[in-house]
């Protein structure tokens, strides 16, 4: 019987992202799914703007999302300290393709998110993502070799690729080409996992076969 594929757009600098992890892997140890991991790097100043055109109810926003997504946070015990800048998280990204393709995925995803969260990991740095896939079991060397070469392009593609889909933030689920965005959204995911025709309900004259 083939399993349920599950198509995950994830960034290692969104609070949220962060915090749905666990029942994110919840799917494949309690529903038998095949998570399908990719990046979708968020352009923090594309969506944003520049620190100077933010407004106060922009920050209004700022500061109520991290105290909601620290709420989750801890009550999965994880630690969640606020990004001390804006990071491009281009290295991190390309470090999460090479990680599946070696085998050391989960331990390297683990140890970003961990990692970033508690300000013990610069996610802009070579040097420091290379530290976390050696220390995961790969070659910082192929890594390195692998960002000179074809990761950029990679990863530019994916993301084009995303956004074709209509994936604008993180974490997004993508299941049967349906869209889900948000942690909050797992719950309907799974009833959709279990009853894939029910799709038409929920989305009506929208639902395209």
């Not at 920050?59 to 909601?68: A, E, F, G, I, N």
């Not at 009853?195 to 395209?208: D, F, K, Y």
Request: with cysteine; charged share 30%; hydrophobic share 40%.
């Amino acid at each position: 019987m083939t399993r349920p594929r599950v198509r995950v757009y994830t960034d290692y600098k969104s609070p949220y992202a962060f915090v749905a992890n666990k029942r994110l892997f919840e799917l494949e140890e309690k529903y038998g799914v095949e998570l399908e991991w990719l990046p979708y790097t968020l352009r923090i100043p594309d969506f944003m703007g520049t620190v100077e055109e933010r407004t106060p109810h922009f920050w209004r926003k700022v500061r109520y999302s991290y105290m909601d997504a620290r709420r989750y946070a801890n009550a999965q015990g994880l630690v969640m300290k606020g990004p001390r800048r804006i990071y491009d998280a281009f290295y991190c990204s390309a470090g999460m393709l090479f990680a599946q393709r070696h085998g050391i995925f989960r331990p390297y995803h683990d140890t970003v998110f961990r990692r970033f969260w508690s300000h013990d990991l610069e996610i802009d740095e070579l040097s420091e993502i290379s530290g976390v896939i050696a220390s995961s079991g790969g070659s910082a060397a192929d890594f390195e070799a692998y960002i000179e070469g074809p990761a950029r392009a990679e990863h530019d593609r994916i993301i084009d690729e995303a956004e074709a889909l209509g994936v604008f933030g993180v974490p997004t689920m993508v299941f049967n080409g349906e869209l889900f965005w948000g942690g909050d959204r797992i719950d309907m995911l799974i009833e959709r996992i279990g009853n894939p025709e029910s799709i038409e309900a929920a989305l009506g004259s929208r639902h395209r076969k």
